[in-house]
């Protein structure tokens, strides 16, 4: 059977998809088994979609596939046709798809094939100057270098800081590490000629990507050798983060003693870790502990090799980026003791946020070098996680340490009865 389209085109002027050419390198895996590969994708972006990657036929390894009987209409693009994956046992069915005759609209999707990401693995992979191939997971949150515009907030009036809008996310919760990173700027460019020594943030309300943040900084206390500011995050005027940082000028050692850096693998001996959908940025786990297999149990530790592709000029910068990947593993590290809990469970079926973070500023650190954040959630109840971290440079020095306490628990509603999703549930 034959399926027509009637083109939603006129009744929807507005409605928009974007082809671009893809920058970097587009990979398909099966597990360890690589399904496609190209340096000519389209990325698509569709109104009120993900976004997809989309691959040149060419690029396919078709011996893992077979034609599905599977059709379907999309009155934006035409009708798909699909294949299942024969490769695995059961197969799977209608992984991979494409508009053979697509609408005129997008007639720049002819020839190429996009895949289902709940099914199979879509990267983009770069290429670094120091010869790396750094994966990150499609459909991608951006780059580092985005993630840098963001927490470089900028002064509007005296006192007041504004942090950009990001954009549509698939997940439109800006996280914690971003406000702890915003206010550490603001309070460095508040006390010039002072460094941050620490920030303790509380992160009251979710705020969304897309629209700017506020903030309102105010010195407590302006001291020639310490200096204590306060510094208030707002959304459409609605607090979403509050923090107290203490800031010094610096001295000379009285004395020096430090913990030592525990023994894992160093970087080589981590398992490399695309999850976060950001580019410019590698992150290594050991023993792959960051995994959102509920069945998987093991200590509350995770232990997560951190480096950004780009070191940026400004000291405070290089501090508020390693503030940044604080508040990402102490949910996941407390949840590895207990069965059936996991981090796909995280927003779908648990309501999980990080409500609180300190972090101490030692030495300094360049997060263009590999950083190693060793991360032990050592309590867990009353719908809260307990956790604290130390960040240790690859030769050793301990830079940075922090405690986190978080929030884990079930749904009173799920967040569809809430008219939400889980991209937006905190």
């Known amino acids: 059977m034959t399926l027509s389209v009637e083109s939603a085109w006129p009744a929807h002027p507005d409605y928009r998809i974007d082809l671009a050419p893809c920058p970097i390198t587009g990979q398909v895996w099966d597990g360890d088994v690589l399904l496609a590969e190209s340096d000519a994708c389209l990325i698509v972006t569709e109104t009120d979609h993900v976004d997809r990657l989309y691959f040149p036929e060419s690029s396919v390894r078709w011996d893992m596939f077979a034609p599905s009987d599977h059709t379907t209409v999309c009155p934006f693009k035409g009708v798909a ?6 490769r695995s046992e059961p197969a799977r069915d209608n992984v991979v798809w494409t508009y053979r005759q697509p609408l005129a609209e997008v007639a720049g999707i002819e020839g190429y094939v996009s895949f289902y990401s709940r099914e199979v693995r879509v990267v983009v992979v770069e290429d670094w100057a120091d010869g790396s191939r750094v994966a990150a997971n499609f459909p991608l949150w951006g780059d580092a270098t985005e993630l840098m515009r963001l927490i470089d907030v900028q002064p509007v009036h005296l006192d007041d800081f504004v942090g950009p809008a990001h954009g549509p996310t698939r997940r439109d919760v800006v996280e914690g590490g971003q406000f702890a990173a915003q206010a550490i700027v603001a309070a460095t460019k508040a006390n010039s000629g002072q460094r941050v020594t620490s920030a303790s943030m509380i992160f009251t309300k979710a705020a969304s990507f897309t629209a700017p943040v506020d903030l309102h900084v105010e010195v407590l206390r302006k001291g020639r050798t310490f200096s204590t500011t306060e510094v208030r995050i707002s959304q459409h005027g609605s ?23 525990p023994d894992v693998p160093g970087p080589d001996g981590a398992v490399p870790f695309a999850g976060f959908g950001m580019t410019g940025r590698e992150i290594r786990v050991v023993d792959a502990a960051y995994d959102p297999d509920p069945d998987r149990v093991g200590p509350p530790r995770i232990d997560a090799w951190v480096r950004f592709r780009d070191a940026p000029a400004e000291a405070y910068l290089h501090q508020a980026l ?74 050793g020095r301990l830079v940075a340490s922090y405690t986190v306490q978080a929030m884990v628990r079930d749904f009173d509603r799920t967040p569809t009865d809430m008219g939400r999703d889980d991209r937006t549930v905190m």
């Open 81 to 86: 046709s699909y294949w299942n994956l024969t």
């Open 239 to 261: 607090l979403r983060s509050v923090g107290l940082l203490l800031s010094d000028s610096g001295a000379d050692d009285v004395m020096r003693d430090a913990a030592g850096m």
């Open 322 to 395: 390693l503030a940044q990947s604080t508040t990402h593993w102490t949910i996941a590290a407390g949840m590895l003791p207990h069965p059936g809990l996991g981090e796909a469970r995280a927003h779908r079926t648990l309501s999980t946020g990080i409500m609180k973070a300190t972090i101490a500023f030692h030495d300094d650190a360049d997060v263009s070098d590999w950083l190693l954040y060793c991360n032990e959630a050592f309590w867990s109840g009353r719908g809260l996680v307990q956790g604290d971290g130390r960040v240790f440079t690859q030769d």
